[in-house]
């Protein structure tokens, strides 16, 4: 029977990474040997203490509902944990624990967002916040950054870019798809403004070359602060987020998450309790291989005659000039796909402002990222 579907829904464009990897994955099954640069996913092994845990709580019988805002113990290992990064006191009472950093990205942008409010993205940008934005009415509206400049925040564009509609700011640090990676002062400018941060805090404790990513908590006492596990700890799997809000603004999310959500398995927070203590060593092993990639796979794509106008300052890609090669990042990743079996991710998935570019990922194994240099020195197309 035919229906109709919402324009809620028409509005959610397709992850371009995904799609990509979809297509690797039915290549992979027709026999072929894809090298993975395309998904954000760490290529380690989560800390073990947190899978005993999960483990144990499992056989404990753990298997129940939680308090929606997460089990006392998780949240004040957070707020304790986030209170040392952030180098301000966080309060346990602050936190919410959602499964994975999405749906608290969501009830944020759903406590926030009225129907026609416009939420400013710093762009390039992770693609799905303005499908989040539109999928609680809103419109978002892109402030440029400049490779020239690291892909740095302009506090005086996002000043021109507000408006009487204007519900909040988002943006991640350290970024995806660019690792940059914001300045206290630029976090402090952009909180003068008076509207809502929401800050994208995921990759936060994989910064290179000893550097570290200010916290939006330290510069607003009105900011959001999302962060989870996934990144920072190798659980992408295990899907536990946390969002850090406003005091007054708890209460309602709090509600949201228990018609929407619930609650957190609680076995997986006993995870992320085991995760907070004992996971630092998985942190620090994950960082120092992405930084030894990092080298490795900018000077190979330099080389190729890729531009890399920038380092990554954090986060775990590399965001490359392919325009030199096409224009239409999406038909030359599916290309590369094709001809070198190498995934990668379009540009054009971050954002117009990221068309020309190809995002590829440090979380693949030394050995994949020169075998992918080295696919990739036959397959590209001559240069425009």
Not at 233 to 249: E, K, N, Q, S
Request: charged content about 20%.
């Amino acid at each position: 029977m035919p229906f109709a579907t919402s324009a809620r829904a028409a509005s959610i464009d397709p992850f371009l990474a995904m799609e990509v990897a979809e297509r690797a994955f039915a290549l992979e099954r027709a026999g072929a040997r894809v090298i993975h640069l395309e998904l954000g996913e760490p290529d380690c092994e989560p800390p073990r203490e947190a899978v005993d845990a999960c483990a144990e709580a499992l056989r404990a019988g753990e298997t129940h509902y939680t308090d929606s805002r997460g089990i006392p113990e998780l949240r004040e290992a957070i707020a304790a944990e986030k209170s040392r990064r952030a180098g301000v006191r966080v309060d346990p009472d602050r936190v919410l624990v959602t499964a994975g950093t999405s749906p608290a990205m969501l009830l944020v942008f759903g406590l926030l967002v009225e129907p026609g409010a416009e939420v400013l993205i710093p762009t390039p940008h992770y693609p799905c916040y303005p499908n989040f934005v539109r999928f609680c009415g809103g419109v978002p509206r892109f402030v440029p950054t400049d490779p020239r400049d690291g892909w740095q925040i302009d506090a005086d564009a996002v000043r021109r870019a507000l408006g009487p509609r204007t519900a909040a700011l988002v943006f991640g640090s350290p970024a995806n798809p660019t690792g940059a990676v914001q300045s206290a002062a630029t976090l402090g400018t952009l909180a003068s403004l008076g509207v809502p941060l929401v800050s994208d805090e995921i990759y936060d404790g994989l910064v290179f070359d000893g550097g570290f990513a200010p916290s939006a908590l330290a510069a607003s006492d009105d900011a959001f602060a999302l962060d989870g596990f996934s990144k920072r700890y190798a659980m992408t799997g295990f899907r536990l987020g946390f969002v850090i809000a406003p005091a007054a603004a708890l209460r309602r999310l709090q509600v949201m998450q228990q018609n929407l959500f619930i609650s957190c398995n609680h076995f997986v927070q006993r995870a992320g309790v085991a995760a907070l203590a004992h996971g630092d060593p998985t942190r620090r092993a994950m960082l120092a291989a992405y930084a030894r990639r990092r080298d490795v796979l900018v000077a190979g794509l330099r080389a190729l005659g890729f531009e890399v106008p920038s380092l990554p300052d954090g986060a775990f890609y590399v965001f490359a000039d392919a325009s030199r090669f096409g224009r239409d990042s999406r038909k030359l990743a599916f290309d590369l796909l094709e001809r070198a079996h190498v995934a990668v991710t379009p540009g054009v998935d971050f954002g117009e402002a990221g068309e020309g570019f190809l995002r590829f990922t440090l979380s693949a194994p030394d050995a994949d990222v020169e075998e992918a240099l080295a696919r990739l020195a036959g397959a590209l197309p001559r240069p425009a």
